[in-house]
């Protein structure tokens, strides 16, 4: 089925420890993002791609790493893991045109202990 | 990207309108004002968007001031599904600024 998966659903890290979150979409859209959702708040920008190639900061940068090597793939690596970090991390892809909607996955729930 | 206001929460009553306002006084030209909602800790959900004619689909209506200034989504028969956050966006215009910038949204809760 058409749409961004994230892969996993549910993490658990000890600080310090590294890992890299999956987004995957089949729609050929040229624009993803990642974002942050700390209870209570809205989502945060963390990093965002309009094209294989090009990625660039968002709101929220600090701690983490982006690529995108391919159109279909924008994986988010924590480096360094911290309690700070403790999160639910979602992923969005559109058509890089402004009268597009976005598409979000369902979300990783990551807890960093 | 402009900065939007709305309430913080909201009721409404099943099988009414329900009518959720936005504020983006700093708005572009150019840019586009968009609805999304969260149900429980679900990803977005994309509803509607708009530049200055008012819109309608098969989920919502959105009316946008002749000024551009504000905007209103309308769920015309509210269900207890539409309980969640919705969020007024307005997003950049030029290439490479396409990103969403979200607000806190509003809490909308409908009542049987």
């Known amino acids: 089925n058409a749409g961004v998966t994230q892969t996993p659903k549910f993490q658990v890290l000890k600080t310090g420890q590294s890992m890299t979150l999956q987004c995957a979409q089949d729609?050929?859209?040229?624009?993803m993002s990642w974002y942050r959702q700390d209870p209570g708040m809205g989502l945060r920008l963390i990093h965002y791609?309009?094209?294989?190639?090009?990625?660039d900061q968002g709101e929220v940068p600090n701690g983490y790493n982006v690529s995108r090597s391919t159109t279909e793939d924008f994986p988010l690596r924590l480096l360094s893991a911290a309690p700070s970090q403790t999160s639910v991390y979602f992923c969005?892809?559109?058509?890089?045109?402004?009268?597009?909607?976005?598409?979000f996955g369902s979300g990783t729930r990551l807890t960093v202990v | 990207d402009a900065k939007t206001t709305q309430p913080t929460s909201m009721d409404c009553a099943e099988g009414r309108a329900a009518n959720l306002p936005c504020n983006h006084s700093t708005i572009s030209g150019n840019e586009y004002v968009y609805w999304y909602r969260q149900i429980h800790s679900q990803g977005p959900q994309y509803i509607i968007h708009?530049?200055?004619n008012n819109e309608t689909n098969e989920m919502a209506s959105l009316i946008i001031t002749e000024d551009r200034k504000s905007s209103t989504l309308i769920l015309p028969h509210a269900t207890l599904r539409d309980t969640a956050v919705y969020y007024c966006i307005v997003r950049g215009a030029n290439f490479g600024n396409e990103k969403l910038t979200f607000g806190t949204g509003t809490r909308l809760t409908i009542i049987p």
């Open positions: 729609m050929n859209h040229e624009y």
């Open positions: 969005a892809s559109s058509y890089s045109r402004q009268y597009y909607g976005y598409t």
């Open positions: 708009g530049l200055k």
């Open positions: 791609s309009v094209g294989a190639g090009i990625t």
